[in-house]
């Protein structure tokens, strides 16, 4: 039963936990302790920004001896060993209306699971944008939350003393690798405050708990609204984070995530009160990106901390010496690598590169390591090298992808430099221009 402790999704979520710690340079948790009951029945509900490791980082966060179900479309539940898969990892079907009228019906056997799982103390989980959006905003949330909560608390008279957790998910970089995410779990909703209200007008509780839900998640998501100027906000964000993470939130966890709420909050305060003010600084904004693009360089580079010559001379340095172990690295995994890009190749939206990598990372390298260990041990019949060998891999490769980061970041601050010792009048005026 789903509702029970399952040894695939234990199993998994070991695995899960390792793949994650490599793949995120820092995962900031807020709000865990204090806003998730041990002891209450839980329904998470997350933005949902990529494709696979919204799903797994809410499973990481989540505690030990605690296994989240979660809710997912009906279509993808058809192929019966993909279906005993999705199962051992605790998901369910929903039905909509395009899986058949007469299917809906078999949506009571959600509710009936959701009690089970709830009375168990289990935690639930569901997406209520109801779909992928990479973008950072929100979308209008749904009603699947509450259609299936206030009935599954309604059929216990309320008893549950079931809540609902907003969470946000915030990628600072969402495709990036050995990039930051910070997980928020919000102030939870009590569930049994809509009652009365339930028992007098079912529909106006569920659109009442709906509206609740995306007032509260809205207020923790990077949540940008404003069509027009989206890139402008993003470049507010990618050229002002780190200075008020750091000036205004320098004692917080996430304090990169408070800062780029912020800077959403004053940008929106301009457009609505000083449209004179706002129109400049977009203004400002594109002519430092126009002298950005025409020097090689973006939005994401350091261009108010060029790095001095000293310093940009001891990277290059310790990048050169460290350069045959990256070789070694990427050699041991160029099969991993040339199956990424393939499976890449299979789609055309961004917000899967992350979801494809991480995949890619937790399959294919032990795969190919074991079978390139297995290969050494029969050709050299020296086993105990095969075993090194075995350890070796995944290890160096690791530390070649890492390499690559850090010779990318040294050259784009190479750049920056140069900009800044060879223009600096121009770089003072871009300098100026991008400050908010």
Do not use: C
């Given at each position: 039963m789903i509702y029970r402790y399952d040894?695939?999704?234990?199993?998994?979520?070991?695995?899960?936990?390792?793949?994650?710690?490599?793949?995120?340079?820092?995962?900031?948790?807020?709000?865990?302790?204090?806003?998730?009951?041990?002891?209450?029945?839980?329904?998470?509900?997350?933005?949902?920004?990529?494709?696979?490791?919204?799903?797994?980082?809410?499973?990481?966060?989540?505690?030990?001896?605690?296994?989240?179900?979660?809710?997912?479309?009906?279509?993808?539940?058809?192929?019966?060993?993909?279906?005993?898969?999705?199962?051992?990892?605790?998901?369910?079907?929903?039905?909509?209306?395009?899986d058949g009228k007469d299917n809906l019906n078999r949506n009571s056997e959600i509710f009936n699971n959701a009690t089970r799982i709830l009375k168990n103390n289990n935690p639930i989980a569901i997406f209520p944008e109801a779909r992928h959006n990479p973008r950072q905003s929100l979308l209008s949330l749904q009603k699947a939350v509450p259609r299936i909560v206030l009935p599954t608390e309604a059929s216990c008279d309320f008893q549950l003393r079931s809540q609902i957790v907003p969470v946000s998910i915030y990628y600072r970089d969402i495709s990036g690798f050995l990039s930051d995410v910070y997980i928020t779990f919000g102030t939870p909703i009590e569930v049994s405050k809509y009652r009365d209200q339930y028992n007098e007008n079912p529909v106006q509780a569920i659109n009442q708990l709906r509206q609740e839900m995306e007032t509260s998640l809205g207020s923790m998501v990077v949540n940008i609204q404003n069509d027009a100027f989206y890139d402008e906000y993003l470049h507010a964000i990618d050229w002002n984070g780190d200075r008020i993470a750091g000036e205004v939130f320098s004692g917080s966890k996430d304090g990169f995530l408070q800062a780029s709420l912020q800077i959403v909050k004053k940008m929106d305060e301009l457009f609505e009160n000083n449209r004179f003010l706002f129109d400049a600084k977009i203004t400002g904004f594109r002519e430092a990106l126009a002298i950005l693009k025409e020097e090689g360089l973006t939005t994401k580079d350091r261009i108010d901390q060029p790095s001095s010559r000293a310093v940009l001379s001891t990277r290059f340095a310790a990048l050169l010496l460290s350069a045959p172990l990256a070789l070694f690295g990427f050699m041991n995994g160029i099969f991993p690598m040339l199956i990424k890009k393939k499976l890449l190749s299979l789609f055309e939206d961004k917000q899967f590169i992350a979801s494809v990598r991480y995949a890619s990372g937790l399959i294919f390298v032990p795969l190919f390591d074991l079978i390139q260990s297995l290969a050494l041990g029969f050709i050299t019949q020296a086993?105990?090298?095969?075993?090194?060998?075995?350890?070796?891999?995944?290890?160096?490769?690791?530390?070649?992808?890492?390499?690559?980061?850090?010779?990318?970041?040294?050259?784009?601050?190479?750049?920056?430099?140069?900009?800044?010792?060879?223009?600096?009048?121009?770089?003072?005026?871009?300098?100026?221009?991008?400050?908010?």
């Open positions: 040894f695939r999704y234990a199993i998994a979520k070991f695995l899960v936990s390792i793949a994650l710690k490599v793949n995120f340079r820092k995962m900031v948790f807020v709000g865990r302790n204090e806003n998730v009951s041990k002891k209450r029945a839980v329904i998470f509900a997350p933005n949902h920004r990529n494709a696979l490791l919204d799903a797994l980082l809410i499973v990481y966060a989540t505690y030990p001896l605690k296994q989240v179900v979660f809710l997912a479309r009906a279509d993808i539940f058809r192929q019966k060993v993909i279906a005993w898969m999705l199962r051992g990892m605790r998901i369910m079907p929903v039905f909509r209306m395009h086993w105990w090298l095969a075993l090194a060998y075995f350890f070796a891999m995944p290890l160096t490769f690791y530390f070649a992808l890492i390499w690559r980061k850090w010779l990318r970041s040294a050259r784009r601050d190479l750049k920056v430099h140069r900009f800044a010792h060879r223009l600096p009048d121009r770089w003072k005026q871009v300098v100026a221009l991008i400050h908010l």
